[in-house]
């Protein structure tokens, strides 16, 4: 067993400390990765407060990772040592169901996620990536191009795929008008994926002081939702929205703006439902709410070349990981720009101090 650091609530109402516990010995197809950063996820917030039930104590979070590869299992042959490597929001599933079939095993009904599931190979719950060591099966281990910085690929591993996936499904190019609802981490990387993939991206948000930003990650226009006059000039205009936003509001603001057979997408889970969407404002253009959930491997390491190719990377603010319970605070008041990560070579401060 690998004896591992990292930081873990205890509870739901108690902040993350240093918790020591062990990661298994690679076994054949396992590749063991030092980690350098971490990206801090909302949903991390979200399950270490329990805010959507169903969280297990100690929860080590984390599943935006970038590390190197420390040692190898005797039949992996996809990875090398020191080679820059990520994992994400998964590390295993059944692999024989459609899903996993169809390479879309994020929604494999066995899926093991990077944190917080019951862990197939040892029967204790998975440890995420606030921590300095991870193990992974090959085939969740993604590769990731030394032309990325490090720390600012991280995000990639959860808000990069989340929002790159429907952006891909729905096939978003040239031709389209693209809105994109909220200017956080998953909507500042919405935002410079469908730039990048040629379409015109009109961003909405709540704050008129975040116009400037938003163009200069690659927006056409911003709209100010709370304008009803601006949000009127916008009506039944949009092939595509894709809304990022974690808090319970009004869909029918939006849906409203799609033309005939368009589709307003949901990637944030709210942690109390959103008001029923109108029926009328549906069947009357034949529009569509349809959800998506991070993407599969191979998309995953699809966007990971892409963001490689056109030099897309997260808007990062780096914290050593004693910051990790401010970051959470501030991340409720929207103070970061886009996404906090963590610096692991941080935990060695813990790990001196026993």
């Known amino acids: 067993m690998q004896k591992t650091i990292g930081y873990a609530a205890h509870d739901h109402h108690s902040p993350l400390v240093p918790f020591r516990f062990e990661r298994r010995d690679p076994m054949p197809t396992d590749v063991q990765i030092e980690i350098l950063f971490c990206g801090v996820c909302h949903s991390d917030l ?67 996620f990077t944190y917080n599931t019951p862990d197939p190979h040892t029967g204790r719950m998975t440890y995420g990536g606030y921590s300095n060591r991870i193990v992974v099966d090959q085939r969740f281990v993604l590769h990731i191009s030394d032309s990325l910085d490090p720390a600012a690929a991280a995000p ?70 709370k304008d009803s006059e601006a949000m009127g000039k916008q009506r039944a205009s949009f092939d595509f929205i894709l809304n990022t936003v974690a808090a319970s509001h009004n869909l029918d603001d939006y849906t409203a703006l799609l033309k005939r057979d368009g589709t307003l997408c949901l990637v944030g889970v709210p942690d109390h439902a959103h008001p029923s969407p109108s029926a009328a404002n549906l069947i009357f253009k034949r529009r569509r709410i349809a959800g998506s959930l991070i993407g599969g491997l191979k998309e995953t390491q699809e966007m990971l070349d ?41 935990l060695k401060r813990d790990a001196e101090s026993g």
Request: hydrophobic share 40%; with cysteine; charged share 20%.
């Open 46 to 112: 979200h399950q270490v407060r329990n805010e959507w039930g169903g969280s297990v104590f100690p929860i080590v979070p984390g599943h935006e990772i970038v590390g190197r590869v420390a040692a190898i299992g005797s039949a992996v042959t996809d990875f090398k040592l020191g080679e820059l490597v990520g994992v994400g929001c998964l590390v295993d599933s059944c692999g024989t169901c459609p899903d996993c079939h169809d390479h879309q095993e994020q929604f494999c009904d066995a899926a093991t």
């Open 156 to 225: 990639l591993l959860c808000a990069g795929i989340t929002t790159y996936s429907p952006l891909r499904h729905w096939q978003i190019g040239p031709n389209d008008k693209v809105g994109i609802v909220g200017l956080g981490g998953l909507g500042h990387m919405a935002v410079k994926f469908a730039r990048a993939f040629g379409a015109h991206v009109v961003l909405f948000t709540t704050s008129a002081s975040k116009i400037e930003d938003a163009k200069r990650l690659g927006a056409h226009e911003v709209v100010v939702s």
């Open 306 to 346: 892409f963001c490689a190719q056109h030099h897309i990377t997260a808007d990062i603010e780096i914290i050593p990981i004693q910051q990790i319970n401010q970051a959470y605070e501030r991340m409720l008041k929207s103070d970061v720009k886009y996404r906090f990560v963590i610096d692991l070579a941080s």
